[in-house]
Each structure stands twice: as structure tokens, then as C-alpha cells.
């Protein structure tokens, strides 16, 4: 069996019988409120404050802390063994049993446990037999108090909150080709930040941890920046609008997709592309997350979008997806980092669609 891993997640590559693929996440009850609520409303149309985005310590201070919730997270680990290699912009610290990567300012980092994950297919369990949605939240918030309480820190009015569980499953049939099985072997939770109620959508504010079948943790990860609201507001659109911008943004004609049901929906006759479907969408403060963000940007709000484009008919239907997010306030402060919002601004070389789509100027470096 070979193992292969990659930054954001494992992948398991088991040759010739078997292979593991992640099932599909399951979004939470709170989750599935927040995109109601978005399709219906957006944010509706009130007043938010801005925000600065910092790291709360440095990469260097962000390994000690790590480093110290390793050993603390199993004794025969040993720290002052590994090895150390800096990246562009990240910092690499690995022995033969885990690995460690801190990126950028220190506000991100992921863990693999390899002793871990090694014996997941020595605990495999019958789909119907993968941790419940409440099991894994209670399992996910009791190691972020034990392990990461000094790293994922709540500040004024924050809550985390559970956002997406799933499973990764297991296949394989016999060398004989006369029976086959699947199996769960690791159960995942992601946690997002919530600021007076209002949640951080895109990559950014997300606490992803993975357990095994007998308990023990495979892999944590998190982008957890602190944020602080400025003197300055931000008044936000309404979902006509929201939805308006996201035609825009993917070049259709329409001036608003069109709502059927749960979904929003683009009619044939209105796009050359065929039907285009809306099937999600989250509206709250937006972080792209650490390998997108421009850490000398505000934080404004913004809705990320989830669109399906049905092209042909018949025998002859083909499916492309594309996700991004738009710009949720009236007026659009710089983030040259999110093209989304540069185009708006017309800083991609376009020019802005209208006066309400201005920046506000940039507060002043103290």
C-alpha cells in the first residue's frame, strides 16, 4: 500500500484491489441556516464595521507553540530531532512520525500525524458505523481545548462554530476479483469563525481536523488571523444586487440569476452557455485564506458563490462548475488580491461599472 499526501488534505493510493476517496462533506444545521439565509437576503441591507486582519505571532513563535501541543499530544514524539526546512513561504519541521508546515505570518498552519494515518486501513468500519455529525463536533471542540486553545483564540463576540463533517471511505475488491467492500477509515469536522453572528466564508478562519476509527487524530490544519474592527463601516446590498454582480462576474447577460426554488437559475434563452445554476451560496466577512490574501488588506464583507453550467441536451450534456466570490458592500474597499473585487474597481485595467463601487480610502499607517 503507498501513501501519498498532499498540503491541504491525504490521499490514500492503494494499488490494484483498493483506493480511498473523500465522501461527500455534509454541511451542519448552522451551515445550511447561514446559505438559506444568504440566497434569501445576502446580508440584507445594514451596517458593518470593517476589519484589519495580523497574525497573532510569528512563525517562529507559532512553532514553539505547536511544537509544545505535539508533544503534548503524544510523548513518544520527538521535537528536537527533526528537521527543519524553510520554504518560500512556509516553514517545514518533519520527523519520521509526524510533519509540521507553518505558512506565511505564522496565522496558518497544518499537522500530519504519519504514525497515524499509517494504521488507517487497520481500522476500518462499515460506512454505517462513521461518527456522527454531533460525535465528531464534541470530539473536534474537546481537542481544540486540549491541543490548540492557545493557537484558536475567540476574540470579542467570535464563536466558532462547526461548518462541514465527512467521511473518507475506503473501496476494494478481492486480488480474485470475487468480492468487494467499503469501509470508513477517518472522519473529518471543519470549524468556522462567526463574528456577531455574521460568519467569515472562503478558506480563511477554518479549523479542519481529521480522526481516525480508534480515535486518534490524523491531521489538524487551521488559518486562524485575528481580526479587529476599524472606526470604519461598510454598508452592505441586497441580494438582487449579490446576485446581479455574480452575473457579471462570469460575463452573463442578465442583469440577476433568476430563483427557482433553492437554487437560483440563469434560463437557457438569457445565456449562450446554456442554463447556469446557482447551487450555493455563503454571504459574510470573506477571507481567501493564507496562500490568497493580501495581508495589508481590509477584511469586507463579500458572498462566495457556487455555479453549475448545464450546456447541450439529450446524450449530449456536459457540467462545468466555477466558484469565486463577490463583493457584498456598497461601496468596495482595494484588494488587489481578490479579482472579484480589482475588477469592480477597475484595477484589473477595466473600468469600474459605477460611483457606488469606489474604495474607501485606506486608513493611514499609524
Excluded at 481536523?209 to 472606526?231: H, K, M
Excluded at 438582487?240 to 440577476?256: D, F, H, I, Y
Excluded at 449530449?316 to 466558484?323: G, I, L, M, N
Amino acid at each position: 500500500m503507498r501513501h501519498q499526501f498532499t498540503s491541504a488534505a491525504l490521499v490514500f493510493n492503494i494499488l490494484l484491489t483498493a483506493g480511498v476517496v473523500p465522501a461527500k462533506a455534509e454541511a451542519t444545521a448552522r451551515a445550511e441556516e447561514n446559505a438559506r439565509r444568504s440566497l434569501n437576503t445576502a446580508l440584507g441591507e445594514r451596517t458593518l464595521p470593517i476589519l484589519s486582519r495580523s497574525s497573532v505571532r510569528t512563525p517562529e513563535a507559532a512553532l514553539s507553540v505547536l511544537t509544545d501541543s505535539i508533544k503534548k499530544l503524544n510523548q513518544s514524539f520527538s521535537v528536537d530531532r527533526a528537521t527543519r526546512e524553510a520554504q518560500r513561504g512556509r516553514l517545514l519541521v518533519s520527523t519520521n512520525d509526524w510533519r509540521l508546515t507553518i505558512f506565511g505570518d505564522g496565522s496558518a498552519a497544518e499537522f500530519l500525524n504519519l504514525t497515524a494515518s499509517s494504521k488507517a486501513h487497520e481500522n476500518r468500519l462499515e460506512p454505517g458505523r462513521k461518527m456522527s455529525p454531533e460525535a465528531l463536533q464534541a470530539a473536534g471542540r474537546d481537542f481544540i481545548a486540549r491541543y490548540l486553545m492557545n493557537t484558536i483564540v475567540l476574540g470579542p463576540a467570535e464563536r466558532l462554530e462547526p461548518e462541514l463533517t465527512s467521511a473518507r471511505l475506503e473501496g476494494g475488491v478481492a486480488a480474485d476479483g470475487t468480492s468487494s467492500y467499503s469501509a470508513v477509515v477517518a472522519n473529518r469536522i471543519v470549524f468556522t469563525r462567526e463574528i456577531d453572528g455574521i460568519p467569515v466564508v472562503g478558506a480563511g478562519s477554518k479549523v479542519t481536523i481529521t480522526f481516525l476509527n480508534d480515535g486518534s487524530i490524523e491531521s489538524f490544519r487551521y488559518d486562524w488571523p485575528q481580526y479587529v474592527a476599524t472606526d470604519r463601516t461598510q454598508a452592505t446590498v441586497d441580494i438582487s444586487e449579490v446576485l446581479n454582480r455574480v452575473s457579471r462576474t462570469v460575463g452573463l447577460r442578465a442583469q440577476s440569476l433568476q430563483k427557482d426554488g433553492d437554487q437560483s437559475t440563469l434560463s437557457p434563452e438569457q445565456s449562450r452557455r446554456g442554463k447556469t445554476t446557482l447551487q450555493g451560496l455563503a454571504c459574510g466577512y470573506y477571507d481567501p485564506g493564507i496562500m490568497a490574501r493580501d495581508p495589508d488588506a481590509p477584511v469586507q464583507t463579500g458572498c462566495y458563490y457556487h455555479l453549475v453550467e448545464t450546456r447541450g441536451e439529450g446524450e449530449f450534456v456536459t457540467k462545468a462548475a466555477r466558484s469565486g466570490a463577490v463583493p457584498a458592500g456598497q461601496r468596495v474597499e482595494i484588494d488587489r488580491r481578490w479579482p472579484e473585487a480589482a475588477r469592480m474597481l477597475g484595477l484589473d485595467g477595466s473600468a469600474a461599472p459605477d460611483a457606488t463601487e469606489r474604495p474607501v480610502p485606506p486608513r493611514e499607517r499609524q
